[in-house]
């Protein structure tokens, strides 16, 4: 549009934002941007005052990952830049569009280590897919509108732009720019006769789906066409929700703890689609799942960025497009149905491998029978929240996700996710349950945005199991080191009144008998509502506690 008069660089920003049709973000206030600030009073975007900067990050990553466009961020320069590291890590693994904007000195003191300088391009470089500085307020509408392209561009990612505060008081007189939209890539003719071929020539195929840039119509489609043709189905390293869990065709997920069934079928198979993932060390099993570079079963890898395709692997058939248009594609192709059996013992293998039943472990309090409950009580479309640790095995493998947009985990493996992606997942979509499952350690490293919960009444349900250590280091110590426990014991707070001092609701559940009522309560409270669950320490895994792994480390210590 055509700008009759100026505006502050503050200003300019801030109506890009409402250009690319942005309506919440995420901040820790900050004097450094003090002129953004101002702009946004008279917004018409939702603005979530954080508690600290790797929160804020975290939330604007997760929220990314829900709307397929870039979560946005904001955070002072020097010290919360470093904080909101943690969530540009996050998106920058888990392929999430996200901009952050950060803070500078003033152009003129730039290069003399100034209060709280930093160069973001070096800072950032690696983790980002831009990082910018703008020294004009007349080009934020450019840069903006590139940074948004950028982010959902290819592997979406992280975009770092970097504020001067002196650019944003300085007065321009400049357009908006118009919203920018992510291209669909579609696969080539031949490439697809191609991929027909090899599906008329397999016998025991399987898909794997991963990766971002999916919608639940693409799943939708992709589910039928599985279905015609008797295709397994499995989906990658926390991304259960590409999938529906229910769905005959599933065959569980390609994660840490892969059900070995799973793992045998996809072995034995010979063709594997890979669609939108990287497959990287997690669902590859360490890169033995396939051998690298290259497979010995033909790999048709399809991934929206070129540049990832031949990166690990030297697919049989590379194709760069986006899941939509892969699927579109695909769904012309028609090879006579496979032979029901294998999908039949797949979807068998993983209904067999999420059966909460047969799991019994030591202490009063059984986190299946807590997930079970939840599984009862909670709706299917609850958006299910975790950050890392041996307990979100219990989200992994036995909830079933059965709709997209459902799930937020971090595949980068970060500690302290689970909560900012369920506040922000709360604040964006406030008619929808969500639930965060937590350990002790993980909930600590971020438990400060439960204060961000109460602030907004979002009635977030957190699921704490304490174990009181850093469970996931503990087992691999015991494995390692035997008997030689070293800086994983946890002293932990009263989360029950941690919660409640916040201004939540908060229960303490020690036995199996106590999690159904809690339950109940608090969801019944309406208010950011925290269940404290006692784990006994030996309960380190579903299937094993703290002294098989140490006996396994004194096996391998007696083998030398």
């Known amino acids: 549009m055509t700008v009759a008069s100026s505006r502050t660089g503050g200003q300019i920003l801030v109506d890009q934002l409402v250009a690319q049709g942005v309506d919440h973000l995420f901040c820790v206030p900050g004097e450094s941007y003090l002129a953004v600030l101002d702009a946004l009073h008279d917004a018409e975007i939702a603005v979530t005052v954080c508690r600290q900067e790797s929160g804020a990050a975290m939330m604007a990553e997760a929220h990314g990952k829900l709307s397929g466009r870039p979560g946005i961020c904001f955070v002072t320069r020097g010290p919360g830049a470093t904080n909101a590291s943690a969530g540009i890590h996050v998106a920058h693994q888990d392929s999430t569009p996200m901009i952050l904007f950060v803070g500078q000195v003033e152009r003129g003191f730039r290069g ?51 504020l001067p505060e002196d650019m944003l008081v300085e007065a321009a007189q400049v357009a908006d720019a118009p919203r920018a939209e992510a291209a669909e890539i579609a696969p080539d003719a031949q490439r697809m006769a191609e991929i027909g071929a090899a599906l008329a020539a397999a016998r025991r195929p399987i898909a794997i789906l991963g990766g971002t840039r999916w919608s639940g119509e693409t799943i939708a489609r992709l589910a039928d066409w599985a279905e015609r043709i008797n295709l397994p189905v499995a989906t990658s390293f926390r991304r259960q929700m590409l999938f529906p869990a229910d769905h005959p065709c599933y065959a569980g997920d390609v994660g840490i703890g892969i059900n070995p069934a799973l793992l045998e ?23 033995t799942l396939l051998d690298v570079p290259t497979p010995r079963q033909p790999l048709v890898h399809v991934h929206p960025d070129p540049d990832e395709l031949g990166r690990v692997y030297r697919a049989a058939h590379p194709v760069a497009a986006t899941p939509g248009a892969f699927v579109a594609a695909l769904e012309a192709l028609a090879p006579a149905p496979f032979a029901p059996e294998a999908v039949q013992q797949a979807h068998a293998a993983y209904r067999s491998w999420s059966d909460l039943g047969p799991i019994r472990l030591p202490g009063d309090f059984q986190a299946a029978h807590a997930m079970r409950a939840l599984i009862d009580t909670l709706p299917a479309d609850t958006i299910v929240c975790n950050g890392a640790g041996n307990f979100a095995t219990w989200v992994h493998r036995f909830w079933p996700f059965r709709h997209y947009g459902t799930q937020l985990a971090p595949t980068s493996g970060s500690m302290g996710y689970g909560l900012p992606a369920g506040v922000a997942a709360q604040r964006v979509s406030p008619g929808r349950r969500v639930l965060v499952l937590a350990g002790d350690g993980d909930f600590m490293m971020t438990c400060q945005e439960f204060s961000t919960a109460v602030q907004y009444d979002l009635p977030v349900l957190v699921v704490l199991l304490d174990n009181g250590m850093y469970g996931t280091i503990r087992m691999h110590q015991e494995r390692e080191y035997p008997g030689r426990p070293s800086a994983t014991a946890l002293r932990n707070p009263d989360f029950k009144a941690f919660a409640i001092a916040c201004g939540g609701h908060g229960e303490r559940v020690e036995t199996d008998a106590d999690f159904a009522p809690a339950l109940e309560r608090a969801l019944a409270s309406g208010r950011p509502a925290l269940l404290h669950c006692l784990i006994d320490p030996e309960a380190l895994t579903p299937t094993r506690t703290l002294s098989d792994f140490r006996r396994m480390g004194e096996a391998k210590r007696a083998a030398g």
């Open 265 to 287: 079928h996809i072995q034995g198979s010979d063709l594997i689609l890979l669609i939108g993932g990287r497959l990287s060390e997690m669902p590859s099993q360490s890169y």
């Open 112 to 162: 003399r280590e100034a209060f709280q300088e930093l160069d973001y391009r070096a800072v950032f470089g690696s983790m980002a897919k831009w990082v910018v500085e703008v020294d004009e307020a007349e080009r934020l509408p450019e840069i903006v509108a590139r940074a948004f392209s950028v982010a959902m561009a290819g592997r979406p990612g992280p975009v770092v732009i970097a």
